[in-house]
């Protein structure tokens, strides 16, 4: 599991205690979790060289503390950069990010919380702003929680994910519709809970639809967090999605391996 740094820097002696622990950390485990307000630039620098070195994840959380070249240091040294539209929104700094990052397997994963289509003078993205970031690699992260998505734009930024290798990566809440199944089929990672969508044995088939259209490249994941027949849940998962339970369902495991960049942060996320 990954492990956070608690608390926030108050003095020299707090930063050097936790300093030298950030580095034991940062190269252990299955990687380290830290917020970019939670050490000085320096030390963070340091651990994500150690994690690097050692073949770990290093997950910096941007608070928006740091500017737009120190984030490029930490990315070159192997710092993945999580960050959203509400803290950064400056696609052409991201961009330069994501470039300083490349040789070292870093990755700049953006939440994009506002409008696919942001009115003139709003101050955010514009459409053709967040294709550019996924084209030049960025991974797009997004959910239909706060506002409706469209899915013509949504397929238009899968299909820009195959210029630069950005993944794009779909939390929808409400029932299952068809255009879910183009989404996976055009290499979009889905995230679906039954929390959110009341599956039925009508929507078996669409499920499976969606399951069987996803590509090497993007995916299914099914949240379980209600009870399901346990039948249903069997053809849920031969259709190829991931599973992840948060109740208990006896003695069936369900423990895949999604690959880091399927999912925000946690599995769980915005879900």
Not at 26 to 32: T, W
Not at 93 to 101: E, S
Not at 141 to 151: G, K, T, V, Y
């Amino acid at each position: 599991m990954d492990k956070e740094i608690p608390g926030s820097m108050t003095d020299e002696a707090w930063a050097g205690e936790y300093g030298f622990r950030l580095l034991d950390q940062a190269g252990a485990g299955q990687g380290l979790t830290v917020r970019d307000d939670q050490q000085p630039w320096p030390w963070l620098l340091d651990a994500a060289g150690v994690a690097r070195r050692r073949g770990r994840r290093f997950r910096l959380v941007d608070s928006g503390r740091l500017d737009a070249f120190s984030l490029e240091w930490l990315a070159k040294a192997g710092a993945d950069l999580y960050t959203a539209d509400d803290v950064r929104s400056d696609a052409e700094a991201l961009v330069r990010i994501r470039a300083a990052g490349r040789a070292s397997g870093a990755g700049v994963i953006f939440f994009l919380h506002g409008p696919l289509q942001a009115a003139p003078g709003e101050g955010a993205l514009s459409r053709e702003m967040v294709r550019e970031l996924v084209r030049a690699g960025i991974d797009l992260h997004l959910s239909n929680r706060r506002q409706p998505r469209d899915f013509a734009a949504l397929l238009d930024l899968a299909a820009s994910r195959r210029v630069g290798g950005g993944e794009v990566v779909y939390y929808h809440h409400g029932p299952l519709v068809k255009d879910l199944a183009e989404l996976t089929e055009a290499g979009a990672w889905l995230h679906i809970s039954n929390a959110k969508s009341d599956f039925t044995r009508s929507e078996l088939p669409l499920l499976r639809d969606i399951g069987r259209k996803n590509r090497a490249a993007g995916g299914l994941v099914v949240h379980v967090d209600m009870d399901i027949e346990p039948t249903f849940l069997s053809e849920v998962r031969k259709s190829g999605a991931h599973l992840i339970t948060n109740i208990p369902l006896g003695q069936q495991s369900l423990a895949p391996h999604i690959p880091w960049r399927a999912f925000y942060l946690d599995t769980t996320f915005l879900l």
